[in-house]
């Protein structure tokens, strides 16, 4: 059985950093396409960051841009997200999601939006941001 699971949430003060890792459980996130996606409560999901199969296509968000990075260790089949200068909109649970490479379009690109194109989803990890 193949799951995803999220570490590295927790509480931060606004300006602060926090650093997710997502490993799989039956898989490696190796030679898959890799989405961070978040929810806050009363809000629709929110696709923030995806890398490509190939590792060649980045994507993020307006709303995180220039303040969150992604990055996946092949040796380790382990994707991270990396946090920084948080704000209090931030504060949300963070999935990460993994998609098999069969269609092109998680080859060499990636996506935000196209949920259905992700095959695995974690449970996710509390990131909340409060003075």
């Known amino acids: 059985q193949v799951q995803l699971v999220e570490s590295g949430g927790g509480l931060v003060t606004p300006g602060g950093s926090l650093r997710l890792s997502c490993e799989g459980s039956g898989t490696t996130l190796n030679y898959k396409m890799i989405g961070w996606f978040r929810q806050a409560p009363g809000k629709e999901r929110e696709g923030i960051s995806c890398l490509s199969t190939s590792g060649e296509k980045i994507r993020f968000a307006d709303s995180v841009k220039g303040r969150f990075t992604i990055s996946r260790d092949n040796a380790k089949g382990t994707a991270y997200l990396q946090m920084d200068n948080l704000q209090l909109e931030d504060t949300a649970v963070y999935y990460c999601?993994?998609?098999?490479?069969?269609?092109?379009?998680?080859?060499?690109?990636?996506?935000?939006?196209?949920?259905?194109?992700?095959?695995?989803w974690g449970q996710g990890t509390q990131v909340t941001v409060s003075s």
């Open positions: 999601a993994a998609a098999l490479p069969v269609l092109p379009a998680v080859v060499n690109d990636c996506t935000l939006t196209d949920f259905d194109l992700y095959d695995y």
